[in-house]
Nanobody, 119 residues
């Protein structure tokens, strides 16, 4: 059974930092690109950051570049999102996503973790 379990969300003041974690189980972790998405109230879910299977390639939403850093530890089956200089606009539920890079190309989602940034 595949599980993605996010943690690390919470309430923080603007300018603060949080680190999200997503622990994967039931998968060969290195077979997956990992990503973070977020969904704010009343808005569509949007891409935030992605990291390739070996941790070399990364990609970010423009509005988080320079503030957020995604990394992974394949030995721990975990992906992280370090979020610095948080803004109220970063308030959302953050979801972990796993996308298999080989066929069959399964995709899995975590249950989400709430991040709230107060002004």
């Amino acid at each position: 059974q595949v599980q993605l379990v996010e943690s690390g969300g919470g309430l923080v003041q603007a300018g603060g930092s949080l680190r999200l974690s997503c622990a994967a189980s039931g998968v060969t972790f290195s077979d997956y690109n990992m990503a973070w998405y977020r969904q704010a109230p009343g808005k569509e879910r949007e891409f935030v950051a992605r990291i390739g299977w070996n941790g070399v390639s990364t990609e970010y939403l423009d509005s988080v570049k320079g503030r957020f850093t995604v990394r992974r530890d394949n030995a721990k089956n975990t992906v992280y999102l370090q979020m610095n200089s948080l803004k109220p606009d970063d308030t959302a539920i953050y979801y972990c996503n796993a996308a298999r890079i080989i066929v069959p190309k399964y995709t899995y989602w975590g249950q989400g973790t709430q991040v709230t940034v107060s002004s």
